[in-house]
């Protein structure tokens, strides 16, 4: 990503790199935050493939399939890479469409991916059988030498855990508490719940100690508003910053959205109707 932004000049890199850096920490934790800096960064420098695809992945964690799609599809292109085909086969499963996901699973782009984006397809696959009520399928698309192999790899644990719970799903119980107990041995970061799914399979109940939140909303409060200041001020930056020459040939405008108005559009109509007054 940083030798595609010094292509840039170094002001605008600079200015990218923060928003940049911005969706990467609030991706998880507040995805419609992350989604806003993602556009901030789109607009001053949407030839940057980085910048589409981190734009893809902030639309995509906001649920925001359609779009998402589209930046991958653009990443895809400048880059010719096939390493965004498994999450743009999800993006299709979260627009309604498991069939078109199913397609891409067997289209000659999985082929070239490495071993832990083939592993993903097959998640991917697996849930689209899901979505047509195919559970069968879904348990038979997962068995697979990576499922079967004692080795331990970054995929493992949510392999084992899909399989866990199609298992589930499918009735299958006994088989679906040793996978559990299968994938709770190789996640070690706790990234599943599968304690959780054991737990439940075995009759145990949870019982959460009484703790005071009222402090910590407000504090998360005021972090809320602080963060909206900062993107407020990002994008008034931005609007400064932009650089797009309309009459480059592969100048692509973008259609605004509701988290690209700007507080000083607003003012503007303020303005306009107080003139009118």
């Not at 993602?38 to 589409?52: K, Q």
């Not at 078109?100 to 397809?121: F, N, S, Y």
């Not at 068995?143 to 719970?165: F, G, H, K, M």
Request: contains cysteine.
């Amino acid at each position: 990503m940083r030798q595609e932004l010094l292509s840039l000049p170094k002001g605008l890199a600079e200015e990218v790199s923060k928003n940049l850096v911005m969706v990467a920490r609030l991706i998880d934790e507040d995805p419609e935050q992350a989604y806003a800096y993602s556009r901030i960064a789109l607009r001053l420098a949407s030839r940057v493939a980085a910048v589409r695809e981190a734009a893809g992945f902030a639309a995509y964690a906001s649920q925001k399939y359609s779009e998402a799609l589209a930046e991958f599809r653009a990443a895809k292109r400048m880059t010719g890479s096939v390493e965004l085909w498994p999450v743009m086969a999800d993006c299709e499963r979260g627009l309604g469409r498991p069939e078109r996901a199913l397609a891409m699973a067997g289209e000659p782009e999985v082929q070239k991916l490495d071993k832990a984006g083939q592993v993903e397809m097959r998640l991917v696959a697996a849930g689209a059988r899901r979505d047509q009520g195919q559970l069968e399928a879904a348990i038979v698309t997962l068995q697979s030498p990576e499922l079967a192999s004692s080795s331990v790899q970054p995929w493992t644990a949510r392999l084992r855990y899909a399989y866990a719970d199609a298992l589930l799903a499918a009735g299958r119980e006994d088989e679906a508490r040793e996978w559990f107990g299968k994938t709770l041995e190789a996640d070690k970061d706790g990234a599943t719940d599968a304690s959780d799914r054991l737990a439940e399979l075995d009759g145990v109940e949870f019982l959460d100690a009484a703790v005071d939140h009222v402090d910590e909303d407000e504090v998360e409060d005021e972090d809320d508003e602080q963060d909206a200041a900062e993107v407020a001020a990002a994008e008034r930056a931005s609007d400064v910053a932009e650089y797009y020459d309309e009459d480059d040939e592969e100048y692509e405008p973008l259609e605004q959205s509701e988290a690209d108005f700007d507080v000083t559009d607003e003012a503007a109509v303020v303005e306009d109707d107080d003139d009118k007054a």
